[in-house]
């Protein structure tokens, strides 16, 4: 147990749809990260916030968006969903601004979009 | 920016047998370099990571990396495979200069037979 939870596990939607990821980090730790983890694409960064605030952008798009919250658990909402949205969602915790240290990631949630 | 490649999307090897997972990074800067595991609906846990210093580095069930900056490697490799060594292998990089998140390689899924 990495302690890192996410939810739901799974889930199923349809296309149009918005969904929305939570993500609690390991207790002390101050940065979440969102990954994306897709047949064709491969795990990709999306982005990153920093005790509450956002620290860094990758591969996110705009029907995509994430916030971090004052008990720094976050979530990440997807909206307008696409087929192609489908995929495994991942958040790692680190304690700082960085994850040269550790990451501990969560088990993932599997969006389908049919 | 800085990047990883991995050789071969699939690797299958007897039980016992040598395991090798090859991985190459691509930077700029000295890098720090991760490897992680994931097992079927599993996120990720790392296995072992070089950030500095000896530059063989050992980690869980019995894995060892060797940072090789001549040759930009850092090969996952366990003498003695075990059927419960079948997983998805990532390597992954971060930037000492950044700093920031993990950039993973696409992964190479090994198999292990009987």
């Known amino acids: 147990d990495s302690g890192v939870t996410q939810t739901p596990k799974h889930l199923i939607t349809a296309t149009g749809q918005r969904v929305t990821l939570r993500c609690s980090p390991r207790?002390?730790?101050?940065?979440v990260y969102w990954y994306q983890q897709s047949l064709d694409q491969g795990l990709q960064f999306l982005i990153q916030?920093?005790?509450?605030?956002?620290?860094a952008k990758g591969n996110i798009l705009e029907r995509f968006s994430a916030q971090q919250f004052p008990d720094l658990h976050s979530e990440l909402n997807l909206s307008s969903l696409e087929l192609g949205d489908s995929a495994l969602y991942f958040c790692?915790?680190?304690?700082?601004?960085?994850?040269?240290?550790?990451?501990?990631f969560g088990q993932g949630t599997r969006l389908t979009v049919v | 920016a800085q990047s990883v490649t991995q050789l071969g999307s699939h690797v299958s090897v007897s039980e016992g047998a040598l395991v090798l997972l090859r991985c190459n990074y691509s930077?700029?800067?000295?890098?720090?370099l991760f490897w992680y595991v994931q097992y079927p609906n599993q996120g990720l846990q790392l296995l072992l990571k070089?950030?500095?210093?000896?530059?063989l580095v050992k980690g869980i069930n019995g894995f060892e990396a060797e940072f090789k900056k001549s040759e930009t490697s850092f090969h996952l490799t366990k003498p003695s495979a075990h059927m419960s060594d079948a997983a998805e292998y990532f390597c992954?990089?971060?930037?000492?200069?950044?700093?920031?998140?993990?950039?993973f390689g696409t992964g190479t899924r090994l198999q292990v037979t009987l």
């Open positions: 930077s700029s800067v000295p890098p720090y």
């Open positions: 790692a915790s680190s304690p700082n601004t960085n994850m040269n240290t550790e990451a501990f």
């Open positions: 070089y950030t500095t210093g000896a530059t």
């Open positions: 207790s002390g730790d101050l940065s």
């Open positions: 992954a990089v971060i930037n000492t200069g950044t700093a920031s998140k993990l950039t």
């Open positions: 916030y920093y005790n509450g605030e956002e620290r």
